[in-house]
């Protein structure tokens, strides 16, 4: 099979999602939910949601049990791009990271109460990524549960 | 399809309605027990937070299901919005063979002489229905033996100084202490209060032919996987079934009891896998739980009771109670997190009466549960931590095994309007008319929740804590998995559902054995008083048999 350089590059430059399937994500969203929910827990010297797989735990759980949400995600996505391009004047992927988080703070206060309850709902839905069972896609490796020192703890009986 | 006659028919195979079944078939009547759910394995569930009985985000991993069941909640006056079984308000307890005590954390309390006689005790504060019970803890205190020796339980008799008279101690010793509580029960002590080991429904030795608790984190709201939980479907219902007698019928759901002309109870109609059965008997036994009972008896109604069985006088579904919780949470500068399970395992019964300031009631005040880590990152995060961010997330490293808490069930006053319905309008998918549930909590339950809150703090800050915050009931209608008093018990059958045998009034044959007949809901988990209630029932049904 013959490959040419621009796929090449295009492979290794792209996030893991563009190489597995997304159940409830497109690529876009699949790229901004992943940059919120590692502002909700960010990497410090112990991974955070993105290392921790929390993107693939709402893509499979928002096409299961937690499908009801999924029309908040969609529509609240964009809503939450439009927020932050009138607060900023930029993309949420486009501003660093100290910048992302202080425009999330500002939504919390200022935004509409539908903007706000759909960042509270991803707040709560990235705990359960990072802090539940890693069975549902997120916590890849038990990273919440050794931060904390209970992985003998949580995965010695099972789970 | 009609079936051949047996004796009873027992509907809902839970705390209750598994010990209804054992009494009757271990006395050689034929029983059917219907239960909705299934039969689960501890290998179905495991120990996944995410879908436990505490935390439902992914699902009721002890029933009932989201695509099968719904119910109307209020939201604002005469407004209703549709909620699911794994959402919190729908106030679920489960659905499945055991009940909610497959899942429970197993505290096994018995209420104390006052919690029968509240109203003659304190009288009844402005806009509450509160009654004493027509029966007495002297009444109940040898069905209570017999729950704690045939469920089984494990406690010290006599280290509780409030405890009321016991004629038996209890069949086990009690489980051990575990780090949080040691540093508990000594600053308890050192405040002049009254601390001793908590009685539970788990086996601290081999008991009844199963193992003693294995100490793991995942007890409540899990299944035990070595079934030292004492549920009563590792217990009283293969003891019913082994005796040939009982038939367990699962994924059996109640339509309604059919009723002779009068005030006879002809059977029971119940769908299983699309087919509807007619179940005929001599007996009928309502243990669906205090939401799901008064639902049975209003899909029940006939041109005799048009407003549903035993609903003449308007009290079925009236004075829904459950348990607000009150206590307090702290930071120590040590480790105490030792991931031992059941983990609540000192209590104190010092504030459950004879609170200053008039106030009615109160509750033991206990220490907490194994916290988990999704449960600890959404609830046990004081107020002024962020709920995100670095913040947050170093919040939960520093503390999340330093964390203390311990909290009490506050007795509540029943409120007539606290209640649940028919919702005609909207059905399970079964057709079955399902309920709504509206009301507030009565002000005075959040007034005793602030004076315990207080007390939890001060243990709390004895026992080495640098700062603590208080955890702290809501104002809305109160059910959940401790529900209870929709169908009130009493000697006046225009103010109560059921007599004192807990046979409906103006039915002949219908006995309701779960928390739906308790008057009001001491300020205890009341798993164990639905199991004394139910062994007192069985006692009469079997005169009437």
Not at chain 1, 35 to 59: Q, S
Not at chain 2, 7 to 29: F, I
Request: net charge neutral; glycine share 10%; aromatic share 8%.
């Amino acid at each position: 099979m013959q490959i040419d350089r621009r796929t090449l590059l295009l492979a290794l430059a792209a996030p893991l999602y563009a190489a597995a399937p997304l159940k409830t994500f497109s690529v876009t969203e699949a790229a901004l939910v992943e940059a919120l929910c590692e502002r909700i827990i960010p990497a410090d010297d112990v991974a955070g949601a993105k290392e921790a797989g929390v993107l693939y735990y709402l893509d499979a759980q928002l096409a299961g049990p937690l499908k009801r949400f999924a029309a908040d995600y969609h529509g609240g996505l964009p809503a939450l791009q439009n927020f932050c391009r009138q607060l900023t004047g930029a993309d949420f992927l486009e501003l660093p990271a100290e910048e992302r988080t202080k425009c999330l703070m500002t939504l919390e206060k200022t935004a509409p109460p539908e903007l706000r309850a759909f960042f509270r709902l991803v707040v709560e839905q990235t705990m359960q990524g990072f802090y539940g069972s890693p069975a549902h896609g997120g916590n890849r490796n038990d990273i919440s549960w050794r931060m904390l020192g209970v992985e003998e703890v949580m995965g010695g009986h099972g789970h | 399809m009609k079936l051949p006659a047996v004796d009873a028919v027992v509907v809902g195979a839970g705390a209750g309605g598994g010990v209804v079944a054992e009494q009757l078939s271990l006395a050689g009547h034929n029983v059917v027990l219907l239960e909705r759910g299934r039969l689960q394995t501890f290998a179905e569930t495991g120990h996944d937070e995410l879908r436990s009985q505490r935390v439902t985000v992914l699902g009721n991993a002890f029933g009932p299901d989201d695509e099968h069941y719904v119910r109307l909640v209020q939201v604002a006056p005469g407004q209703y919005r549709k909620v699911l079984p794994s959402e919190g308000v729908y106030n679920n307890v489960a659905a499945c063979v055991g009940g909610g005590t497959m899942s429970y954390g197993a505290m096994a309390w018995r209420y104390m002489e006052k919690d029968f006689r509240m109203r003659s005790t304190y009288g009844a504060p402005n806009g509450s229905s509160m009654e004493d019970w027509p029966i007495s803890y002297q009444d109940l205190e040898p069905f209570y033996t017999k729950a704690e020796w045939e469920i089984g339980v494990s406690g010290k008799a006599g280290a509780n100084t409030f405890e009321p008279p016991r004629q038996k101690p209890y069949p086990m010793p009690p489980l051990p202490l575990g780090a949080e509580a040691t540093l508990l029960y000594g600053a308890a002590g050192r405040l002049g209060w009254h601390p001793f080991p908590i009685p539970m429904a788990i086996n601290s030795v081999a008991y009844g032919g199963r193992p003693a608790c294995v100490a793991c984190p995942h007890c409540v709201g899990f299944a035990c996987e070595v079934n030292a939980k004492s549920s009563t479907a590792v217990t009283v219902i293969p003891r019913a079934i082994a005796t040939q007698h009982c038939q367990l019928k699962t994924g059996a759901t109640a339509k309604r009891i059919v009723m002779e002309s009068g005030s006879k109870a002809a059977g029971v109609e119940y769908y299983q896998n699309g087919v509807l059965y007619e179940q005929p008997c001599r007996v009928v036994v309502v243990c669906c739980s205090a939401t799901e009972t008064p639902r049975l008896l209003f899909n029940s109604a006939t041109a005799l009771f048009p407003k549903g069985l035993g609903n003449h006088n308007d009290w079925v579904g009236r004075n829904l109670q459950g348990h607000g919780y009150a206590g307090a949470y702290g930071l120590l500068e040590h480790d105490v997190f030792d991931g031992l399970g059941p983990g609540a395992r000192v209590a104190c019964c010092d504030f459950n009466h004879g609170l200053p300031g008039g106030l009615k009631g109160g509750a033991m005040i206990a220490n907490e549960f194994v916290r988990l880590p999704y449960l600890y990152s959404q609830g046990v995060i004081p107020p002024d931590v962020p709920r995100w961010g670095l913040e947050h997330k170093r919040h939960m490293r520093t503390y999340f095994k330093r964390t203390i808490a311990a909290q009490g069930p506050v007795q509540e006053m029943p409120v007539f309007e606290n209640r649940v319905e028919l919702a005609p309008e909207v059905t399970d998918s079964w057709g079955i008319p399902t309920i709504r549930i509206r009301g507030r909590r009565h002000p005075h339950d959040l007034e005793v929740a602030r004076f315990l809150s207080a007390k939890c703090g001060e243990w709390l800050k004895e026992a080495g804590a640098q700062r603590t915050w208080p955890k702290l009931p809501g104002t809305g209608v109160s059910g959940g998995q401790h529900q209870a008093g929709t169908c009130r018990m009493g000697s006046d059958p225009k103010t109560s559902v059921v007599d004192r045998n807990c046979r409906i009034h103006a039915v002949d044959n219908v006995y309701i054995a779960d928390g739906s007949v308790q008057v009001n809901n001491g300020g205890f988990n009341p798993s164990l008083t639905i199991q004394a209630l139910a062994y007192w029932a069985s006692a009469a049904i079997l005169r009437q048999l």
